[in-house]
């Protein structure tokens, strides 16, 4: 977390930034060599320079924690969970009293825009750490010197917290590590282990081989995270095999495998064939076509987005309430979409 990090640390001020190694240039995230006309001064950018500048440079975690969780779109989720409570009329007045030019009411009508996908998923945060010849080095987003109204990625000086999550024999050159995750992993963990249930995750990710996937998504479109801070989604893809290690053995794990492969054993092509057999319209049936395409195909959602579940040991293992009528011992039942379902 970021503030396990910086802690670790200690406050890089100006005395600290400028004992900052080097210059880090990710392969995706940033080029760093944007004309200054693509790259407007936000509030959000204004705000996070004038942070920088008081405590020194901070964790690409602290960065994205303070690009999607910024008071404009806390206030959005705030009105929407007001909305939908009093009965989601489908007519109301969102009025902003004060002195100014309506800018924090205009940030907050951006937030209803991307609220689909706010509401949908969880904002956690990543830690990115490099391996240098002095060890791992933790990245940090710093002002840049020669443009002062310019972000940049920079190396810590020395180690940081974010160290304790990476497995030694890691053979990448860059990890991006998700602390947050992992201890909702692990209370899930728990609880699941203690009153049984289960959890289903699905996101993309992979199984700890890939590397520099911290990325930003704007109308669409790859965006540089550093650009206009506020304006883009900041993602990062999943590392199963993190999540698998948080599990710390008190609960059994499935997958990560692939969505086409979960909703191809879940039955899809089946249900597929139910619907277009019911429908008589050529036009709903093209769109029943291009949504499984969406799905299934590997090239689209098909093998970016994986599926990873958490049971009690004794699901997998079998338990006193899944007898067989013909065994005097308990069965394991498949699970369902990490197994192709049996249809009777």
Same mark, same amino acid.
């Given at each position: 977390?970021?503030?396990?990090?910086?802690?670790?640390?200690?406050?890089?001020?100006?005395?600290?930034?400028?004992?900052?190694?080097?210059?880090?240039?990710?392969?995706?995230?940033?080029?760093?060599?944007?004309?200054?006309?693509?790259?407007?001064?936000?509030?959000?950018?204004?705000?996070?320079?004038?942070?920088?500048?008081?405590?020194?440079?901070?964790?690409?975690?602290?960065?994205? @924690?303070?690009?999607?969780?910024?008071?404009?779109?806390?206030?959005?989720?705030?009105?929407?969970? #007001?909305?939908?409570?009093?009965?989601?009329?489908?007519?109301?007045?969102?009025?902003?009293?004060?002195?100014?030019?309506?800018?924090?009411?205009?940030?907050?009508?951006?937030?209803?825009?991307?609220?689909?996908?706010?509401?949908?998923?969880?904002?956690?945060?990543?830690?990115?750490?490099? @391996?240098?010849?002095?060890?791992?080095? #933790?990245?940090?987003?710093?002002?840049?010197?020669?443009?002062?109204? @310019?972000?940049?990625?920079?190396?810590?000086?020395?180690?940081?917290?974010?160290?304790?999550?990476?497995?030694?024999?890691?053979?990448?050159?860059?990890?991006?590590?998700?602390?947050?995750?992992?201890?909702?992993?692990?209370?899930?963990?728990?609880?699941?282990?203690?009153?049984?249930?289960?959890?289903?995750?699905?996101?993309?990710?992979?199984?700890?081989?890939?590397?520099?996937?911290?990325?930003?998504?704007?109308?669409?479109?790859?965006?540089?995270?550093?650009?206009?801070?506020?304006?883009?989604?900041?993602?990062?893809?999943?590392?199963?095999?993190?999540?698998?290690?948080?599990?710390?053995? @008190?609960?059994?794990?499935?997958?990560?495998?692939?969505?086409?492969?979960?909703?191809?054993?879940?039955?899809?092509?089946?249900?597929?064939?139910?619907?277009?057999?019911?429908?008589? #319209?050529?036009?709903?049936?093209?769109?029943?076509?291009?949504?499984?395409?969406?799905?299934?195909?590997?090239?689209?959602?098909?093998?970016?987005?994986?599926?990873?579940?958490?049971?009690?040991?004794?699901?997998?293992?079998?338990?006193?309430?899944?007898?067989?009528?013909?065994?005097?011992?308990?069965?394991?039942?498949?699970?369902?979409?990490?197994?192709?379902?049996?249809?009777?």
């Amino acid at each position: 977390m970021s503030v396990l990090v910086r802690s670790g640390v200690g406050p890089l001020c100006a005395v600290a930034r400028a004992a900052i190694p080097s210059i880090w240039r990710g392969k995706y995230f940033s080029s760093g060599n944007e004309p200054a006309e693509n790259n407007p001064v936000t509030p959000m950018l204004r705000h996070l320079i004038y942070k920088i500048k008081s405590t020194g440079p901070i964790t690409v975690a602290e960065y994205m @924690k303070e690009v999607l969780t910024n008071p404009a779109k806390l206030l959005g989720i705030w009105f929407i969970s #007001e909305w939908m409570a009093t009965g989601k009329s489908t007519a109301f007045q969102l009025v902003e009293l004060g002195p100014g030019r309506g800018t924090l009411v205009g940030d907050i009508l951006r937030v209803f825009s991307q609220l689909g996908s706010v509401l949908k998923n969880c904002d956690i945060s990543v830690h990115l750490v490099e @391996k240098t010849p002095q060890g791992w080095r #933790e990245v940090f987003i710093d002002i840049d010197p020669q443009v002062s109204d @310019k972000l940049r990625f920079v190396l810590a000086p020395s180690a940081t917290p974010a160290e304790v999550f990476i497995q030694h024999d890691d053979t990448r050159d860059h990890i991006e590590v998700c602390p947050d995750a992992g201890v909702i992993i692990e209370e899930l963990s728990r609880r699941i282990a203690l009153t049984g249930g289960a959890a289903l995750v699905a996101d993309y990710g992979h199984d700890g081989t890939k590397t520099d996937t911290f990325r930003g998504f704007c109308g669409h479109k790859l965006h540089d995270v550093l650009i206009a801070p506020g304006t883009a989604d900041l993602t990062a893809d999943v590392d199963f095999s993190f999540l698998r290690r948080m599990a710390q053995g @008190k609960v059994a794990s499935l997958g990560p495998i692939t969505q086409h492969m979960f909703l191809k054993n879940m039955g899809i092509d089946v249900r597929l064939k139910v619907l277009l057999d019911k429908s008589n #319209e050529s036009s709903v049936k093209q769109q029943l076509l291009q949504g499984y395409d969406m799905l299934m195909n590997p090239k689209k959602m098909g093998e970016r987005f994986n599926f990873f579940a958490l049971l009690p040991h004794q699901r997998l293992q079998g338990g006193r309430d899944q007898m067989n009528a013909r065994q005097s011992k308990p069965f394991a039942s498949p699970v369902a979409g990490f197994s192709e379902l049996a249809w009777q």
